[in-house]
């Protein structure tokens, strides 16, 4: 079974640029997540997808981050402009809902931003 | 407003000794807790999960947790530890049925050799 692919692994911006982060979850699994770790922390979540509906995006900074999640799959999360606040790794994760659900997060490798 | 917390940042063990991370947490119910390990540049795995049942849970990579009601507590643990388990630890909550996640800040693991 595939795991969750992200790319790119690593990024380096200067301020005021934009970037664009992309997921693929594992096939099936209904819920995708993006999460931003900041070195030294733990993962906080950014967006959280079921299928292509938002369930909660009440940590994303709206006036710079977006995503989007077409046809309930594949995901993208876009930050513009950057700031250098933003620099961390974006992870995603995804997983099964109902029944069947081992309640598990499946991350990918994550994407590192730099922002300069 | 629910919250997980790790109180040691950092730990340093010596190879074959004893571990324990501790991990706390803050909600009305009992929710699904988790521990998941970050190797340097990897995503997170997950070691191991507790929904109910048995408070003694058995994880990969010879990890156990033990979930304490009492103390909302829900410590990993492993015998004697080897050089490859250096790493971070995060411990997560997730309410039952709702699919929310959260982290704690994660504790270093450094294992001498």
């Given amino acids: 079974e595939a795991g969750v692919a992200q790319s790119p692994r690593y990024k380096i911006i200067e301020k005021r640029q934009s970037v664009a982060f992309w997921c693929n979850p594992i096939s099936g699994h209904a819920t995708l997540y993006w999460y931003q770790q900041i070195l030294g922390q733990g993962p906080k979540l950014l967006i959280q997808f079921q299928n292509n509906g938002v369930v909660d995006d009440s940590q994303l900074p709206k006036d710079r981050f977006s995503a989007e999640r077409l046809k309930g799959v594949d995901s993208t ?4 402009p950057a700031k250098l606040e933003d620099s961390a790794v974006y992870l995603c994760a995804s997983s099964q809902v109902g029944d069947g659900s081992t309640g598990e997060l499946f991350f990918g490798e994550g994407s590192r931003l730099t922002v300069l | 407003a629910q919250s997980v917390t790790q109180p040691d940042i950092h730990i340093t063990v010596s190879e074959g000794a004893s571990l324990e991370l501790r991990c706390n947490y803050s909600y ?28 003694l849970v058995q994880g990969i990579k010879g990890f156990e947790a033990e979930f304490k009601r009492s103390q909302s507590s829900f410590n990993l643990r492993k015998p004697s530890v080897h050089w490859s388990d250096a790493a971070e630890y995060f411990c997560a909550v997730s309410p039952s049925g709702t699919y929310k996640y959260i982290f704690g800040t994660g504790t270093r693991l450094k294992v001498l050799a």
Avoid: E, M, N, R
């Fill in chain 1, 77 to 80: 999360l876009k930050i513009q």
């Fill in chain 2, 28 to 55: 009305g119910a009992t929710p699904y807790l988790f521990w998941y390990v970050q190797s340097p540049g990897q995503g997170l795995q997950l070691l191991l999960k507790y929904f109910s049942g048995d408070t």
